[in-house]
């Protein structure tokens, strides 16, 4: 778990598909909202899981009800405003998680400690199944 008032930095890499036939994206999403089939979204609407933030980005959360926040490809001394464990998720739309595939890799520099080795975030499940928010390990 993470302490209140920590910082933490973190590398993400790797390719999801977010509807069939993409070409893959990327953990930085696409803060257009625009899917590879042209669809438009709106990102601020409440069916996102983090509604406003990029949409299809790698997202993050400290702790079982922290807020949401942007990971991207990587974050630098992120502060902790919560303790508790660290989640992450892709954010998409509450109901078409079944569409997505792939997976990002993400790198735990420390939080003043040693990285810790590579998490695959894999996204891979029908809109039944999936849990948005995966616990890093």
């Known amino acids: 778990p993470l302490d209140e008032g920590s910082s933490i930095s973190l590398r993400a890499s790797g390719k999801i598909e977010v509807v069939e036939g993409d070409p893959g994206t990327t953990p930085a999403g696409n803060p257009d ?3 590879p089939d042209g669809q438009h979204f709106n990102k601020d609407i409440g069916e996102w899981v983090a509604p406003s933030l990029d949409c299809w980005s790698l997202i ?6 922290g807020e949401a926040f942007v990971v991207g490809t990587g974050v630098d001394n992120k502060s902790v405003q919560t303790s ?17 595939s792939g997976n990002w890799t993400v790198v735990f520099l420390g939080n003043g400690g040693p990285a810790k080795d590579n998490c695959r975030i894999p996204w891979i499940g029908s809109a039944a199944d999936h849990i948005p928010w995966v616990p890093y390990k």
Do not use: I
């Open 84 to 100: 508790g464990s660290l989640y992450l998720g892709v954010n998409d739309h509450t109901h078409l998680f079944g569409d997505n």
């Open 33 to 35: 909202c625009v899917r």
């Open 60 to 65: 993050g959360k400290v702790g079982e009800y």
